[in-house]
């Protein structure tokens, strides 16, 4: 009688050892599906801060540039043809600008946070005296300026 329940302790103990080790697995399976969804919001989430980056250096080339327009345009210590010669100097300047700086794309981004670092963008000191090196400075050194 003593080594039939004993038979059926230890059945019992192995059923529920089973059972606590499939839980396990899947608590473990859960926190894995957890980590990898928290990896790739925070790839998403390095995406989007390249993109606004990007977006808020547009808009100060962008004032910049029409502050530096206005003031080589309406200089009135120059003669209008000298003005007018500034402009179209300034508009070929333009269509080299427009010609040469692209965003990067959301593809090459993502991919490239997912290596840890976007390409363009490095820590470190720029030649236009930011703390980052971006794509507008790196295509500027390549082209030569």
Known sequence: ?????????????????????????????????????????????????????????????????????????????????ARLARARALHVLGEILKSTTTPPSRESLTLAVGVGEAPGFALGASPCGGAVVCAVCVAGEARGV
Do not use: F, I
Request: one cysteine or more.
């Open 1 to 81: 009688l003593a080594a039939a329940a004993a038979e059926a302790d230890a059945g019992a103990l192995e059923a529920a050892a089973e059972e606590a080790s499939a839980r396990a697995a899947a608590a473990l399976a859960e926190v894995e599906r957890a980590n990898a969804a928290k990896a790739a919001a925070e790839g998403a989430a390095a995406v989007d801060a390249c993109a606004v980056l990007w977006a808020m250096c547009q808009v100060d080339v962008a004032s910049t540039l029409r502050a530096a327009v206005h003031k080589v345009t309406a200089d009135k210590g120059r003669s209008p043809e």
